[in-house]
T-cell receptor, first 110, second 112 residues
Framework: EDQVTQSPEALRLQEGESSSLNCSYT??????LFWYRQDPGKGPEFLFT???AGEEKEKERLKATLTKKESFLHITAPKPEDSATYLC???????????FGKGTSLLVTP | DAGVIQSPRHEVTEMGQEVTLRCKPI?????LFWYRQTMMRGLELLIY????????DSGMPEDRFSAKMPNASFSTLKIQPSEPRDSAVYFC??????????FGPGTRLTVL
């Protein structure tokens, strides 16, 4: 069975303090690893898709990387507006659906 | 593009009542997904459609839940009868084939 585990569950950073969020996965034939951002009271917002080990994608202060067993979301010099829950999801060979982790709740304080 | 549209945004009902949630996917997307999000279980897939046809409904909790997609621009998720444990946020998402999913704003359901 596909599994996605995110750590830590919650993370508190000072503004400018860089860190990384982890997403470990087991899946039968990865057909994409997805990162989403979710603000309170809103739907998840798409950030990145990674397809193969070694791939990296960047957007502003965020960089996502992928290995055969895990993905990292690196946050460089975060700002308070980066505070949100970050969700990781995988799509397996078998179909269309995404299997989501439970997320990391990030709080960036001024 | 308006994005995925869901209605209502909030629904409060009493146990035993019928609840219908509605979704309009992004135009041109042919895959549609219904999810439920709770603190305990996170984001769970309930059912997904491809070209208006239900492909996998194994996530639907029980027979009280049903979903339809009569055309490419509209889907409903119905709960009858509703129970307090159905209280959650329900999301609809749509995508092009095997591409990233775009989520709606969700419907917060409270069953008293």
């Amino acid at each position: 069975e596909d599994q996605v585990t995110q750590s830590p569950e919650a993370l508190r950073l000072q503004e400018g303090e860089s860190s990384s969020l982890n997403c470990s996965y087991t899946v039968s034939g990865l057909r994409g690893l997805f990162w989403y951002r979710q603000d309170p009271g809103k739907g998840p917002e798409f950030l990145f898709t990674l397809y193969s080990a070694g791939e990296e994608k960047e957007k502003e202060r965020l960089k996502a990387t992928l290995t055969k067993k895990e993905s990292f979301l690196h946050i460089t010099a975060p700002k308070p507006e980066d505070s949100a829950t970050y969700l990781c999801a995988v799509r397996a060979n078998s179909g269309y659906a995404l299997n989501f982790g439970k997320g990391t709740s990030l709080l960036v304080t001024p | 593009d308006a994005g995925v549209i869901q209605s209502p945004r909030h629904e409060v009902t009493e146990m035993g009542q019928e609840v219908t949630l509605r979704c309009k996917p992004i135009s041109g997307h042919n895959s549609l997904f219904w999810y439920r999000q709770t603190m305990m279980r996170g984001l769970e897939l309930l059912i997904y459609f491809n070209n208006n046809v239900p492909i996998d409904d194994s996530g639907m909790p029980e027979d009280r839940f049903s979903a339809k997609m009569p055309n490419a621009s509209f889907s409903t998720l119905k709960i009858q009868p509703s129970e307090p444990r159905d209280s959650a946020v329900y999301f609809c998402a749509s995508s092009s084939p095997r591409r990233e999913q775009f989520f709606g704003p969700g419907t917060r359901l409270t069953v008293l």
